[in-house]
């Protein structure tokens, strides 16, 4: 019999039907099912009623749009340092190197860290530092909008960071403490994807498809389709599943550092963002535990016949190399700096 082979367009991408949590919701057990529930099938929920205003979220879009529509000359004043603040140009990151063949991300983005004075001596570490910001007369206002916002979504973080412990089995507080969270590396961050389409048979994506690197990331979409998750990595071939942008809710995902601190209890999902013509704009939050933190198994994700699969390691160490593997090595703007 002859062998079957695929031809014409490719099967259309279902929609993936996923969990949502109501952040309000007196039921914590309710939320901790709910939550576990989409740790273990897909590593992606969304959240709810988290207490960042709806007029808050649209003035912190149109003031990253406001951004992205300044000209390059001006957004290269700001380009990101090596403390990963400020301007990230297209292509800056390439998250899938083995997919994407010729060039990165079609993205353009802004790193916004926790604040950290020149002069205070925490600023030696790694990722630590005073933000970049677009001069004041540039864009009024923006970078009180980018504090504010950075500051509300730490605690919407450390909200979802005591279900899941809760759902792990662990104290309530075992995340949401001084060692762990007390001075997180939190980074958020700005993005607008170029009106193109992409291909995956031509390698071309919005974002090539990657798994984040820390603990937790939520999202913010404007309501542009875009971003697809695959389930199971391992699937060949891989499914890709459209998660749908709902008003006012964060899509919340798990990093890689979960995955390692619960032995794969909680795993981290493959995602990507496919172009669709239109310009979108999305806002990432990665919350990430304090530098020092060191991330090993917990006590309730190991048994005798499931030992640790990961040595021990320490939050900023580990960060830092990820970085260093998706991002451009910043000589290759030496050219654009007067
Ligand atoms: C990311 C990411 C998705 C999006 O920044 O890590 O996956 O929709 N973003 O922008
Ligand atoms: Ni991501």
Redesign the pocket.
């Known amino acids: 019999m002859e062998s079957q082979k695929q031809s014409g367009p490719e099967p259309p991408i279902k929609v993936s039907t996923i969990n949502c949590i109501d952040l309000s919701n007196p039921d914590i057990g309710e939320s901790v099912a709910l939550l576990k529930q989409a740790c273990l099938d897909c590593g992606f929920f969304y959240v709810v009623n988290h207490g960042i205003s709806q007029e808050f979220m649209d003035e912190v879009f149109a003031q990253s749009k406001k951004f992205f529509y300044l000209p390059l000359n001006e957004k290269l004043k700001v380009l990101r340092n090596e403390k990963h603040r400020g301007y990230t140009p297209m292509f800056d990151e390439f ?1 899938d190197p083995d997919n994407q063949v010729h060039v990165g991300d079609y ?1 353009e ?1 802004y790193y916004i860290g926790v604040d950290v004075p020149e002069n205070d001596p925490e600023s030696e570490k790694p990722f630590n530092g005073p933000n970049v910001w677009p001069a004041d007369g540039v864009l009024p206002g923006w970078r009180q909008t980018m504090e504010k916002f950075h500051h509300e979504a730490l605690e919407v973080g450390k909200a979802v960071s005591r279900i899941i412990a809760l759902a792990l089995d662990l104290e309530v507080d075992f995340f949401d403490k001084p060692e762990v969270l007390g001075k997180p590396i939190a980074t958020l ?1 700005l ?1 607008h ?1 170029e009106d193109q389409f992409s291909d995956p048979a031509k390698g071309i994506y ?2 090539g498809a ?1 798994s ?1 690197f820390g603990f937790i ?1 939520l ?1 913010a ?1 404007d309501d542009v389709m ?2 697809q998750i695959c389930k199971d990595k391992d699937a060949k071939p891989q499914i890709w599943e459209y998660v749908t942008p709902i008003k006012g809710a964060f ?1 919340v ?1 798990l990093g890689d550092m979960l995955e390692r601190w619960s032995n794969c209890m909680f795993k981290s999902t493959l ?3 496919l172009g669709n013509g239109q310009d ?1 704009y ?1 806002i ?1 939050y ?1 919350v990430e535990p304090n530098h020092d933190c060191l991330v090993e198994c917990l006590p309730t994700c190991k048994t005798e016949k499931s030992p640790p699969k990961f040595p021990q390691i320490r939050c900023s160490t580990y960060l830092s190399q990820r970085y260093k593997d998706t991002h451009a090595n910043l000589s290759v703007y030496d050219k654009h700096q007067a």
């Open positions: 998250l993205k983005g961050r993005l994807y919005g974002a990657h984040d990331t999202l979409t875009g971003l899509i995902n995602h990507r963002v979108r999305s990432a990665f």
